[in-house]
């Protein structure tokens, strides 16, 4: 298990991708990705919405740590073909969360996975983006009140990543 200190948490308000706060910009950008992942409701929801698949996608069914609407919930648990449930608590990455993730990369070609958190999915996009193959996938995953980060996996971004979790 791997916990955020609380020195950490400005770090990460910084996006490590590209940041976008237009839905049509993103939307554009996203489609000619291979594989997306999803990290949160409120992103997973507009993708989906929009009729973009991700590979797969991790939610709690919170937005902002409130419960999502029955809309956003209904659409989001339409989605997979497997549904893997694990235990996180704000702040963390549990070791069920960061063995879900893994484990949906092992099966990437298989496709269409929902992971869903009971607790919070808030440290998930690091899981993501540290543990995906080099330069095939593209996480999403929003920032509060600000807008969207889209992080390609290359080296530099999971470098910067593994310093972050390297602290925790």
């Known amino acids: 298990m791997r916990l955020l200190p609380d020195e950490l ?7 490590i991708g590209k940041f976008f706060v237009d839905e049509r910009e ?9 594989y997306i992942v999803s990290v949160g409701d409120q992103v997973t929801y507009t993708l989906l919405k929009n009729n973009i698949l991700p ?28 549904t893997v449930k694990v235990k996180n ?18 099966v990437l070609e298989k496709g269409f996975l929902r992971i869903e958190v009971v607790g919070e999915e808030d440290m998930a996009s690091l899981a993501a983006i540290f543990l995906a193959p080099r330069n095939d996938v593209t996480i999403i995953y929003g920032l509060p009140d600000k807008g969207v980060v889209v992080v390609k996996t290359t080296d530099e971004n999971k470098l910067k990543v593994k310093e972050v979790l390297d602290e925790m």
């Not at 704000?90 to 893994?102: F, R, T, V």
């Open 9 to 15: 948490r400005d770090k990460l308000k910084k996006p």
């Open 26 to 34: 993103l939307l554009s950008f996203l489609k000619n990705e291979k």
């Open 55 to 82: 590979i797969f996608c991790v939610v709690d069914f919170k937005i902002q740590r409130n419960i999502c609407s029955p809309l956003f919930k209904k659409l989001i648990k339409s989605f997979g073909k497997k």
């Open 89 to 106: 608590l704000q702040g963390e990455i549990s070791d069920e969360l960061w063995n879900a993730i893994k484990n949906a990369y092992d």
